[in-house]
């Protein structure tokens, strides 16, 4: 079964930064949107992020992190990376990447059209 990797998640201090990578061996990433989802415990699934397909010109924020995440993605080292900064306590949850094949970022559910998911990684943002 095909699937993602996330890594990057740990603890960090309020007002810190993160880079959460996204990756696989199993397939070429260049073709698929990647879309970053995250959940907090008792809290449905929110679509934080996305960049399209290829040379990733589009790019998705939601309202919750704009200007404090950045998406990007290395076709060449096969990856997507979503840097957080000016991390706050309500963004702790479980990250979690997917991948939509020629997706543009442009549906209004991100989660439609994914293709595989990963399992996640805890981002816990606490002094």
């Known amino acids: 079964q095909l699937q993602l990797v996330e890594s990057g998640g740990g603890l960090v201090q309020p007002g810190g930064s993160l880079r959460l990578s996204c990756a696989t061996s199993?397939?070429?990433?260049?073709?698929?949107?990647i879309a970053w989802f995250r959940q907090a415990p008792g809290k449905e699934r929110e679509g934080v992020s996305c960049?399209?397909?290829?040379?990733?010109?589009?790019?998705y924020y939601a309202d919750s992190v704009r200007g404090r995440f950045t998406v990007s993605r290395d076709n060449a080292k096969n990856t997507v990376y979503l840097e957080m900064n000016t991390l706050k306590p309500e963004d702790t949850a479980v990250y979690s990447c997917?991948?939509?094949?020629?997706?543009?970022?442009?549906?209004?559910?991100?989660?439609?059209?994914?293709?595989?998911w990963g399992k996640g990684t805890l981002v816990t943002v606490s002094s």
């Open positions: 997917a991948a939509d094949l020629f997706g543009d970022c442009q549906d209004d559910d991100l989660s439609r059209g994914i293709d595989y």
């Open positions: 199993q397939f070429t990433l260049e073709n698929y949107a």
């Open positions: 960049i399209s397909h290829s040379d990733g010109r589009t790019t």
